[in-house]
Protein backbone atom coordinates (compact mmCIF):
# COMPACT_ATOMS: atom_id res chain seq x y z
CA UNK A 1 0.00 0.00 0.00
CA UNK A 2 0.94 4.11 -0.22
CA UNK A 3 0.20 6.47 0.74
CA UNK A 4 1.22 10.20 0.41
CA UNK A 5 0.41 13.52 1.86
CA UNK A 6 0.90 17.15 -0.62
CA UNK A 7 3.85 14.88 -2.78
CA UNK A 8 5.21 13.34 -0.06
CA UNK A 9 5.36 9.57 0.71
CA UNK A 10 4.23 8.69 3.76
CA UNK A 11 3.96 4.73 3.23
CA UNK A 12 6.05 3.08 0.03
CA UNK A 13 4.75 -0.16 -0.55
CA UNK A 14 4.17 -0.84 3.32
CA UNK A 15 2.97 -4.50 3.25
CA UNK A 16 1.39 -5.34 6.80
CA UNK A 17 -0.97 -7.81 8.58
CA UNK A 18 -2.88 -8.44 11.58
CA UNK A 19 -3.81 -11.38 12.49
CA UNK A 20 -7.56 -12.18 14.38
CA UNK A 21 -7.55 -12.79 18.04
CA UNK A 22 -3.46 -11.03 18.70
CA UNK A 23 -1.94 -8.32 19.85
CA UNK A 24 0.30 -6.78 16.92
CA UNK A 25 1.83 -3.53 17.63
CA UNK A 26 3.28 -0.86 15.55
CA UNK A 27 5.93 0.73 16.88
CA UNK A 28 8.62 3.67 15.39
CA UNK A 29 10.00 7.19 15.42
CA UNK A 30 7.70 9.73 15.67
CA UNK A 31 7.03 11.11 12.48
CA UNK A 32 6.59 7.82 10.57
CA UNK A 33 3.11 7.80 10.19
CA UNK A 34 1.50 5.15 12.99
CA UNK A 35 -1.19 7.53 13.39
CA UNK A 36 -1.75 7.38 10.20
CA UNK A 37 -1.82 3.93 9.80
CA UNK A 38 -4.75 3.43 12.00
CA UNK A 39 -6.42 6.46 9.84
CA UNK A 40 -5.95 4.38 6.95
CA UNK A 41 -7.72 1.07 8.41
CA UNK A 42 -10.54 2.53 10.12
CA UNK A 43 -10.78 4.20 6.51
CA UNK A 44 -10.68 8.18 7.78
CA UNK A 45 -8.22 8.31 4.54
CA UNK A 46 -7.62 6.25 1.70
CA UNK A 47 -4.35 4.64 0.26
CA UNK A 48 -3.34 6.36 -2.89
CA UNK A 49 -2.36 2.81 -4.01
CA UNK A 50 -2.84 -0.23 -3.27
CA UNK A 51 -5.48 -2.00 -0.67
CA UNK A 52 -6.38 -2.34 3.15
CA UNK A 53 -8.68 -4.97 3.98
CA UNK A 54 -10.54 -5.75 7.19
CA UNK A 55 -12.39 -8.47 7.48
CA UNK A 56 -11.66 -8.93 4.23
CA UNK A 57 -13.45 -6.25 2.81
CA UNK A 58 -10.99 -3.23 0.83
CA UNK A 59 -11.79 -0.35 3.27
CA UNK A 60 -11.04 2.33 0.23
CA UNK A 61 -13.96 1.40 -2.15
CA UNK A 62 -16.32 1.33 0.61
CA UNK A 63 -19.71 3.63 0.98
CA UNK A 64 -20.14 6.01 3.74
CA UNK A 65 -22.92 3.53 5.42
CA UNK A 66 -20.28 0.77 4.69
CA UNK A 67 -17.75 2.15 6.31
CA UNK A 68 -19.78 3.02 9.28
CA UNK A 69 -21.09 -0.23 9.31
CA UNK A 70 -17.51 -1.73 9.75
CA UNK A 71 -16.50 0.92 12.47
CA UNK A 72 -19.33 -0.81 14.48
CA UNK A 73 -17.21 -3.72 14.81
CA UNK A 74 -13.93 -1.76 16.14
CA UNK A 75 -13.31 0.09 19.05
CA UNK A 76 -10.39 2.88 19.33
CA UNK A 77 -8.75 4.20 21.94
CA UNK A 78 -7.69 8.22 21.46
CA UNK A 79 -4.10 9.53 22.37
CA UNK A 80 -5.86 11.59 24.96
CA UNK A 81 -8.76 9.87 25.44
CA UNK A 82 -11.16 12.33 23.30
CA UNK A 83 -14.41 11.92 25.68
CA UNK A 84 -16.86 13.77 25.15
CA UNK A 85 -16.49 16.91 27.19
CA UNK A 86 -20.33 18.09 27.89
CA UNK A 87 -20.99 14.32 28.69
CA UNK A 88 -20.12 12.74 32.44
CA UNK A 89 -18.19 9.36 32.48
CA UNK A 90 -21.41 7.03 32.68
CA UNK A 91 -23.13 8.98 29.32
CA UNK A 92 -19.31 8.84 27.57
CA UNK A 93 -19.73 5.19 27.39
CA UNK A 94 -23.25 4.93 27.45
CA UNK A 95 -23.16 7.09 23.86
CA UNK A 96 -22.47 4.09 21.47
CA UNK A 97 -25.30 2.26 22.91
CA UNK A 98 -28.32 5.07 23.14
CA UNK A 99 -26.73 5.92 19.53
CA UNK A 100 -26.86 2.46 18.27
CA UNK A 101 -29.59 0.49 19.99
CA UNK A 102 -32.85 1.25 21.70
CA UNK A 103 -32.41 -1.18 24.94
CA UNK A 104 -34.01 0.12 27.83
CA UNK A 105 -32.15 2.17 30.60
CA UNK A 106 -32.41 -0.68 32.91
CA UNK A 107 -30.24 -2.55 30.67
CA UNK A 108 -27.59 -0.19 29.35
CA UNK A 109 -26.99 0.50 33.13
CA UNK A 110 -26.22 -2.62 33.68
CA UNK A 111 -23.62 -2.38 30.64
CA UNK A 112 -22.20 1.15 30.94
CA UNK A 113 -21.33 -0.20 34.83
CA UNK A 114 -20.03 -3.61 34.02
CA UNK A 115 -17.44 -2.03 31.33
CA UNK A 116 -16.50 0.76 33.73
CA UNK A 117 -15.67 -1.90 36.26
CA UNK A 118 -13.92 -3.30 33.86
CA UNK A 119 -11.37 -0.60 34.21
CA UNK A 120 -11.45 -0.14 37.57
CA UNK A 121 -14.15 3.36 37.67
CA UNK A 122 -17.40 2.42 38.43
CA UNK A 123 -16.85 4.85 40.94
CA UNK A 124 -15.93 7.41 38.71
CA UNK A 125 -19.33 7.01 37.11
CA UNK A 126 -20.40 10.73 37.61
CA UNK A 127 -17.19 12.73 37.46
CA UNK A 128 -16.81 15.13 34.19
CA UNK A 129 -13.91 14.70 31.74
CA UNK A 130 -12.27 17.45 33.30
CA UNK A 131 -12.21 15.77 36.76
CA UNK A 132 -10.09 13.03 35.19
CA UNK A 133 -6.58 12.39 35.55
CA UNK A 134 -4.72 11.73 32.31
CA UNK A 135 -4.64 8.01 33.03
CA UNK A 136 -8.46 7.81 34.23
CA UNK A 137 -9.20 9.60 31.25
CA UNK A 138 -8.21 6.81 29.13
CA UNK A 139 -9.08 3.60 30.69
CA UNK A 140 -12.76 5.77 30.41
CA UNK A 141 -12.07 5.72 26.49
CA UNK A 142 -11.19 2.15 26.99
CA UNK A 143 -14.55 0.86 28.50
CA UNK A 144 -16.64 3.07 25.57
CA UNK A 145 -14.44 1.95 23.17
CA UNK A 146 -15.48 -1.67 24.40
CA UNK A 147 -19.17 -1.12 25.45
CA UNK A 148 -20.25 -2.27 22.11
CA UNK A 149 -18.32 -5.73 22.22
CA UNK A 150 -15.74 -4.80 19.09
CA UNK A 151 -13.73 -7.43 16.86
CA UNK A 152 -11.17 -5.14 16.63
CA UNK A 153 -9.68 -2.92 19.10
CA UNK A 154 -7.41 -0.16 17.85
CA UNK A 155 -4.87 1.85 20.17
CA UNK A 156 -3.02 5.24 19.50
CA UNK A 157 -0.22 5.60 21.70
CA UNK A 158 -2.05 4.32 24.69
CA UNK A 159 1.05 5.24 27.24
CA UNK A 160 1.37 8.51 26.00
CA UNK A 161 2.08 10.92 29.06
CA UNK A 162 1.16 8.58 31.70
CA UNK A 163 2.85 7.87 34.63
CA UNK A 164 3.95 4.15 35.87
CA UNK A 165 1.33 2.85 37.48
CA UNK A 166 -1.33 4.21 34.54
CA UNK A 167 1.05 2.64 31.96
CA UNK A 168 1.03 -0.65 33.62
CA UNK A 169 -2.66 -0.48 34.30
CA UNK A 170 -3.44 0.55 30.74
CA UNK A 171 -0.53 -2.59 29.52
CA UNK A 172 -3.04 -5.13 32.07
CA UNK A 173 -5.99 -3.72 30.43
CA UNK A 174 -5.03 -4.22 26.89
CA UNK A 175 -3.84 -7.82 27.45
CA UNK A 176 -7.00 -8.64 29.33
CA UNK A 177 -9.20 -7.31 26.44
CA UNK A 178 -7.82 -9.68 23.93
CA UNK A 179 -7.18 -12.63 26.29
CA UNK A 180 -10.58 -12.59 28.05
CA UNK A 181 -12.68 -11.07 25.27
CA UNK A 182 -10.51 -12.49 22.14
CA UNK A 183 -10.46 -9.20 20.91
CA UNK A 184 -7.80 -8.79 18.22
CA UNK A 185 -5.98 -5.33 19.09
CA UNK A 186 -3.62 -3.05 17.18
CA UNK A 187 -1.33 -1.42 19.37
CA UNK A 188 0.58 1.75 18.04
CA UNK A 189 3.17 3.39 19.97
CA UNK A 190 6.83 3.97 20.62
CA UNK A 191 7.00 2.86 24.04
CA UNK A 192 9.29 -0.72 23.43
CA UNK A 193 9.23 -2.17 26.57
CA UNK A 194 5.08 -1.37 27.19
CA UNK A 195 5.01 -3.32 23.84
CA UNK A 196 7.11 -5.86 24.00
CA UNK A 197 5.20 -7.14 27.68
CA UNK A 198 2.28 -7.51 25.45
CA UNK A 199 2.77 -8.01 21.99
CA UNK A 200 2.39 -10.82 20.15
CA UNK A 201 3.44 -9.80 16.98
CA UNK A 202 5.12 -6.57 16.01
CA UNK A 203 5.90 -4.64 13.18
CA UNK A 204 8.76 -1.83 13.00
CA UNK A 205 7.97 1.05 10.85
CA UNK A 206 10.59 3.87 9.44
CA UNK A 207 11.12 5.81 6.10
CA UNK A 208 7.62 4.91 5.15
CA UNK A 209 8.58 0.67 5.03
CA UNK A 210 8.23 -1.93 7.44
CA UNK A 211 12.14 -1.76 8.68
CA UNK A 212 11.78 -5.17 10.79
CA UNK A 213 8.78 -7.59 12.02
CA UNK A 214 8.48 -10.40 14.59
CA UNK A 215 7.54 -10.74 17.99
CA UNK A 216 9.23 -8.30 20.59
CA UNK A 217 12.01 -10.92 21.15
CA UNK A 218 13.03 -11.13 17.42
CA UNK A 219 13.07 -7.55 17.54
CA UNK A 220 15.09 -7.20 19.73
CA UNK A 221 18.05 -9.49 19.04
CA UNK A 222 18.34 -8.07 15.57
CA UNK A 223 21.45 -6.45 14.20
CA UNK A 224 19.76 -3.93 11.59
CA UNK A 225 21.20 -1.11 12.25
CA UNK A 226 17.50 0.89 12.35
CA UNK A 227 16.31 -1.41 14.44
CA UNK A 228 19.23 -1.65 17.09
CA UNK A 229 19.13 2.42 17.68
CA UNK A 230 15.39 2.59 17.94
CA UNK A 231 15.34 -0.42 20.77
CA UNK A 232 18.17 0.89 22.13
CA UNK A 233 17.11 4.31 21.97
CA UNK A 234 20.23 5.61 20.29
CA UNK A 235 20.24 9.39 19.53
CA UNK A 236 22.37 8.99 16.60
CA UNK A 237 22.12 6.16 13.92
CA UNK A 238 20.10 5.79 10.92
CA UNK A 239 17.88 8.18 12.11
CA UNK A 240 19.93 11.56 12.61
CA UNK A 241 20.67 13.73 15.30
CA UNK A 242 21.08 16.89 13.38
CA UNK A 243 18.21 17.86 11.38
CA UNK A 244 19.94 18.25 7.47
CA UNK A 245 22.01 21.72 7.49
CA UNK A 246 25.24 23.10 6.16
CA UNK A 247 28.48 22.11 8.67
CA UNK A 248 28.66 23.35 11.88
CA UNK A 249 31.99 25.21 11.08
CA UNK A 250 31.13 26.96 7.86
CA UNK A 251 27.79 28.22 9.55
CA UNK A 252 29.58 29.49 12.10
CA UNK A 253 32.61 31.39 10.52
CA UNK A 254 29.83 33.30 8.08
CA UNK A 255 28.01 34.20 10.97
CA UNK A 256 31.40 35.85 12.16
CA UNK A 257 31.75 37.10 8.71
CA UNK A 258 28.42 38.50 8.53
CA UNK A 259 28.75 40.34 11.73
CA UNK A 260 31.67 42.04 10.84
CA UNK B 1 -0.99 39.47 -12.59
CA UNK B 2 0.61 37.07 -10.15
CA UNK B 3 -1.01 33.63 -9.44
CA UNK B 4 -1.80 34.68 -6.00
CA UNK B 5 -4.21 37.88 -7.20
CA UNK B 6 -5.74 35.32 -9.34
CA UNK B 7 -6.14 33.12 -6.94
CA UNK B 8 -8.29 35.14 -4.69
CA UNK B 9 -11.64 34.79 -6.52
CA UNK B 10 -11.02 31.10 -7.17
CA UNK B 11 -10.70 31.05 -3.23
CA UNK B 12 -13.66 32.81 -2.47
CA UNK B 13 -15.79 31.11 -4.75
CA UNK B 14 -14.46 27.87 -3.32
CA UNK B 15 -15.32 28.82 0.37
CA UNK B 16 -19.06 29.52 -1.38
CA UNK B 17 -19.42 26.26 -3.09
CA UNK B 18 -18.12 24.65 0.32
CA UNK B 19 -20.30 26.84 2.94
CA UNK B 20 -23.51 26.05 0.51
CA UNK B 21 -22.33 22.14 0.71
CA UNK B 22 -22.14 22.07 3.92
CA UNK B 23 -25.40 23.76 4.13
CA UNK B 24 -26.99 20.92 2.16
CA UNK B 25 -25.22 18.75 4.47
CA UNK B 26 -27.15 20.03 7.46
CA UNK B 27 -30.41 20.50 5.72
CA UNK B 28 -30.37 16.30 4.62
CA UNK B 29 -29.80 15.75 8.27
CA UNK B 30 -32.81 18.04 10.20
CA UNK B 31 -34.82 15.42 10.24
CA UNK B 32 -33.05 12.90 11.71
CA UNK B 33 -32.10 15.63 14.08
CA UNK B 34 -35.39 16.19 15.20
CA UNK B 35 -35.70 13.00 16.27
CA UNK B 36 -33.85 13.96 19.28
CA UNK B 37 -35.52 17.29 20.23
CA UNK B 38 -33.38 17.40 23.65
CA UNK B 39 -30.11 18.13 22.03
CA UNK B 40 -31.62 21.37 19.90
CA UNK B 41 -33.88 22.57 23.27
CA UNK B 42 -30.53 22.87 25.16
CA UNK B 43 -28.72 24.96 22.41
CA UNK B 44 -31.09 27.42 22.13
CA UNK B 45 -30.57 27.27 25.54
CA UNK B 46 -26.89 27.82 24.92
CA UNK B 47 -27.39 30.20 21.97
CA UNK B 48 -30.39 32.14 23.53
CA UNK B 49 -30.87 32.36 26.89
CA UNK B 50 -27.24 32.73 27.43
CA UNK B 51 -27.41 36.10 24.98
CA UNK B 52 -30.60 36.84 26.90
CA UNK B 53 -29.06 39.60 29.47
CA UNK B 54 -26.52 41.17 26.55
CA UNK B 55 -29.68 41.50 24.09
CA UNK B 56 -31.98 43.11 26.74
CA UNK B 57 -29.22 46.09 27.76
CA UNK B 58 -28.06 46.84 24.66
CA UNK B 59 -31.99 47.05 23.60
CA UNK B 60 -32.50 49.24 26.39
CA UNK B 61 -29.62 51.64 25.52
CA UNK B 62 -30.33 51.33 21.57
CA UNK B 63 -33.70 52.42 22.61
CA UNK B 64 -33.02 55.41 24.75
CA UNK B 65 -30.19 57.10 22.31
CA UNK B 66 -33.04 56.46 19.77
CA UNK B 67 -35.20 58.52 21.41
CA UNK B 68 -32.83 61.14 22.73
CA UNK B 69 -31.66 61.70 19.00
CA UNK B 70 -35.32 61.53 17.73
CA UNK B 71 -36.29 64.48 19.84
CA UNK B 72 -33.44 66.34 18.74
CA UNK B 73 -33.97 66.07 15.65
CA UNK B 74 -38.37 66.37 15.64
CA UNK B 75 -38.30 69.31 17.89
CA UNK B 76 -36.17 71.22 15.85
CA UNK B 77 -39.61 71.08 13.31
CA UNK B 78 -41.79 71.08 15.91
CA UNK B 79 -42.67 67.58 15.44
CA UNK B 80 -42.04 65.63 18.84
CA UNK B 81 -44.64 63.38 18.24
CA UNK B 82 -43.08 61.24 15.76
CA UNK B 83 -40.40 60.39 18.10
CA UNK B 84 -42.13 56.98 18.41
CA UNK B 85 -42.56 56.55 14.80
CA UNK B 86 -38.62 57.13 14.18
CA UNK B 87 -38.19 54.55 17.49
CA UNK B 88 -41.11 52.00 16.10
CA UNK B 89 -39.72 51.99 12.81
CA UNK B 90 -36.22 52.09 12.93
CA UNK B 91 -35.74 49.50 15.75
CA UNK B 92 -38.38 47.34 13.83
CA UNK B 93 -37.26 46.99 10.15
CA UNK B 94 -33.65 47.59 11.10
CA UNK B 95 -31.98 48.17 14.29
CA UNK B 96 -33.60 45.09 16.08
CA UNK B 97 -32.49 42.45 13.51
CA UNK B 98 -29.26 43.98 12.44
CA UNK B 99 -27.48 44.75 16.16
CA UNK B 100 -29.74 41.70 17.51
CA UNK B 101 -27.74 39.53 14.74
CA UNK B 102 -24.19 41.10 15.41
CA UNK B 103 -24.48 40.60 19.03
CA UNK B 104 -25.53 37.61 18.77
CA UNK B 105 -22.46 36.54 16.38
CA UNK B 106 -20.22 37.87 19.02
CA UNK B 107 -21.60 36.11 21.57
CA UNK B 108 -23.07 33.12 20.68
CA UNK B 109 -21.23 32.86 17.39
CA UNK B 110 -17.86 32.91 18.65
CA UNK B 111 -18.85 30.32 21.14
CA UNK B 112 -20.33 27.89 18.72
CA UNK B 113 -16.79 28.46 16.85
CA UNK B 114 -14.67 27.65 19.50
CA UNK B 115 -16.43 24.85 21.29
CA UNK B 116 -16.96 22.70 17.30
CA UNK B 117 -13.30 24.12 16.98
CA UNK B 118 -12.14 22.68 20.44
CA UNK B 119 -14.13 19.50 20.01
CA UNK B 120 -12.23 18.83 16.74
CA UNK B 121 -8.95 19.51 17.95
CA UNK B 122 -9.59 17.23 21.07
CA UNK B 123 -10.47 14.63 18.23
CA UNK B 124 -13.82 14.55 19.96
CA UNK B 125 -15.55 14.92 16.33
CA UNK B 126 -12.74 11.75 15.09
CA UNK B 127 -13.90 10.12 18.02
CA UNK B 128 -17.87 10.15 16.86
CA UNK B 129 -16.86 9.13 13.17
CA UNK B 130 -15.02 5.41 15.20
CA UNK B 131 -18.03 5.21 16.59
CA UNK B 132 -19.97 5.27 13.48
CA UNK B 133 -22.24 8.39 15.13
CA UNK B 134 -22.07 11.52 12.40
CA UNK B 135 -20.95 14.49 14.24
CA UNK B 136 -22.70 16.92 11.75
CA UNK B 137 -25.86 15.30 12.80
CA UNK B 138 -25.43 14.89 16.84
CA UNK B 139 -22.93 18.00 16.93
CA UNK B 140 -23.72 20.58 13.95
CA UNK B 141 -27.32 20.48 13.55
CA UNK B 142 -28.61 20.65 16.95
CA UNK B 143 -26.43 24.30 17.08
CA UNK B 144 -27.83 25.25 14.23
CA UNK B 145 -31.24 24.82 14.48
CA UNK B 146 -30.50 26.29 18.16
CA UNK B 147 -28.54 29.76 16.44
CA UNK B 148 -31.79 29.27 13.81
CA UNK B 149 -34.27 29.63 16.20
CA UNK B 150 -32.89 31.91 18.63
CA UNK B 151 -32.14 34.87 17.05
CA UNK B 152 -35.46 36.20 15.77
CA UNK B 153 -36.55 35.53 19.32
CA UNK B 154 -33.76 37.34 20.61
CA UNK B 155 -34.41 40.03 17.57
CA UNK B 156 -38.04 40.67 19.17
CA UNK B 157 -36.93 40.92 22.53
CA UNK B 158 -34.43 43.58 21.88
CA UNK B 159 -36.74 44.88 19.72
CA UNK B 160 -39.91 45.23 22.67
CA UNK B 161 -36.76 46.67 24.90
CA UNK B 162 -35.69 48.73 22.68
CA UNK B 163 -39.20 50.58 21.68
CA UNK B 164 -39.60 50.44 25.76
CA UNK B 165 -36.37 52.68 25.97
CA UNK B 166 -37.59 55.03 23.18
CA UNK B 167 -40.50 56.00 25.31
CA UNK B 168 -38.82 55.93 28.70
CA UNK B 169 -37.27 58.80 27.00
CA UNK B 170 -39.25 60.38 24.40
CA UNK B 171 -42.24 60.45 26.89
CA UNK B 172 -41.06 60.10 30.24
CA UNK B 173 -38.05 62.24 29.70
CA UNK B 174 -38.37 64.43 27.48
CA UNK B 175 -42.68 65.56 28.06
CA UNK B 176 -43.39 64.45 24.64
CA UNK B 177 -47.37 63.61 24.88
CA UNK B 178 -47.78 60.20 25.18
CA UNK B 179 -51.09 59.92 23.35
CA UNK B 180 -49.66 61.84 20.24
CA UNK B 181 -46.28 59.31 21.04
CA UNK B 182 -48.63 56.20 20.50
CA UNK B 183 -50.98 57.11 17.81
CA UNK B 184 -48.45 58.48 15.91
CA UNK B 185 -46.26 55.23 16.13
CA UNK B 186 -49.51 53.07 15.34
CA UNK B 187 -50.90 54.74 12.12
CA UNK B 188 -47.16 54.74 10.33
CA UNK B 189 -46.39 51.14 11.43
CA UNK B 190 -47.88 48.44 9.41
CA UNK B 191 -47.72 44.87 9.08
CA UNK B 192 -45.36 45.12 6.72
CA UNK B 193 -42.78 46.59 8.95
CA UNK B 194 -42.98 43.86 11.38
CA UNK B 195 -42.77 41.50 8.60
CA UNK B 196 -39.56 43.04 7.34
CA UNK B 197 -38.19 42.62 10.49
CA UNK B 198 -39.29 38.78 11.27
CA UNK B 199 -37.81 37.91 7.16
CA UNK B 200 -34.52 39.99 7.79
CA UNK B 201 -33.94 38.20 11.48
CA UNK B 202 -34.68 34.93 10.02
CA UNK B 203 -32.33 35.62 7.07
CA UNK B 204 -29.90 36.79 10.12
CA UNK B 205 -30.22 33.68 11.81
CA UNK B 206 -29.17 31.27 9.11
CA UNK B 207 -26.55 33.31 8.35
CA UNK B 208 -24.90 33.99 11.38
CA UNK B 209 -25.43 30.35 12.59
CA UNK B 210 -24.12 28.75 9.39
CA UNK B 211 -20.54 30.89 9.24
CA UNK B 212 -20.68 29.89 13.01
CA UNK B 213 -20.78 26.04 12.58
CA UNK B 214 -19.13 25.81 9.57
CA UNK B 215 -16.03 27.63 10.68
CA UNK B 216 -15.91 25.84 13.73
CA UNK B 217 -16.12 22.24 11.62
CA UNK B 218 -13.34 23.44 9.22
CA UNK B 219 -10.84 24.75 11.48
CA UNK B 220 -7.31 23.76 11.98
CA UNK B 221 -7.29 21.61 14.94
CA UNK B 222 -5.10 24.04 16.87
CA UNK B 223 -5.00 26.27 19.49
CA UNK B 224 -4.09 28.89 16.94
CA UNK B 225 -6.46 27.68 14.39
CA UNK B 226 -9.46 27.72 16.34
CA UNK B 227 -8.66 31.30 17.41
CA UNK B 228 -8.71 32.29 14.15
CA UNK B 229 -11.43 30.57 13.00
CA UNK B 230 -13.75 32.37 15.77
CA UNK B 231 -11.86 35.69 14.91
CA UNK B 232 -13.16 34.95 10.92
CA UNK B 233 -16.71 33.65 12.57
CA UNK B 234 -17.20 37.22 13.68
CA UNK B 235 -15.70 39.30 10.98
CA UNK B 236 -17.66 36.99 8.62
CA UNK B 237 -20.66 37.55 10.06
CA UNK B 238 -20.84 40.95 10.59
CA UNK B 239 -19.87 41.55 7.40
CA UNK B 240 -22.80 39.08 6.05
CA UNK B 241 -25.48 40.34 7.68
CA UNK B 242 -24.88 44.05 6.90
CA UNK B 243 -24.81 42.85 3.60
CA UNK B 244 -27.68 41.16 3.60
CA UNK B 245 -29.64 44.22 5.71
CA UNK B 246 -28.54 46.72 2.67
CA UNK B 247 -30.09 43.64 0.29
CA UNK B 248 -33.44 42.55 1.97
CA UNK B 249 -34.16 46.60 2.91
CA UNK B 250 -33.63 47.29 -0.63
CA UNK B 251 -35.66 43.99 -1.59
CA UNK B 252 -38.42 44.96 0.61
CA UNK B 253 -38.92 48.54 0.00
CA UNK B 254 -39.14 47.31 -3.68
CA UNK B 255 -41.82 45.26 -3.02
CA UNK B 256 -43.43 47.84 -0.84
CA UNK B 257 -43.73 50.65 -3.63
CA UNK B 258 -45.23 48.01 -6.02
Known amino acids: MCYAVGGRKIFDGLDITARRGRITAFMGPSGTGKTTLLRLITGQVTAERGSVRVFGDEVSTMSGGE ?35 KLPEPLVRQLVLTKLHAVGLRGAARLMPSELSGGMARRVALARAIVMDPEILIYDEPFVGLDPISMGVICRLIKQMNEALGITSIVVSHDVHELGSIAHDSYLLSGGRVVAS ?14 KQFMGGLADGPVPFHYPASTYEDELLGQAGDSK | MSAAADSMPVAAVRRVGSVSLFLVQI ?11 GLIVSQ ?13 LSGMFVGMVLGLLGFDV ?13 AALGNLKVLGPVLTALLFAGR ?23 MAVDPIRYVVVPRFLGGFIAMPLLAATFTVIALYGAQLI ?65 VISS ?20
Do not use: C
Not at chain 1, 214 to 227: C, D, N
Not at chain 2, 199 to 219: M, N, P, Q, R, T
Open chain 2, 108 to 130: AGTALTSEIGLMKSTEQLTAMQM
Open chain 2, 44 to 56: IYNAGARSLVIIM
Open chain 2, 74 to 86: FQRFGSEDYVGVL
Open chain 2, 27 to 37: LARIPASLKRP
Open chain 2, 239 to 258: VLVLLLNYLLTAAFLNTNQL
Open chain 1, 214 to 227: GTPEELARSELAEV
Open chain 2, 170 to 234: GVQQMGVDQGAYWSQTQNAVDLNDVWEGIVKSLVFGVAVSLVAVYEGYHAVPTPEGVGLATTRTV
Open chain 1, 67 to 101: LFALRRRMGMLFQNGALLTDLDVYENVAFPVREHT
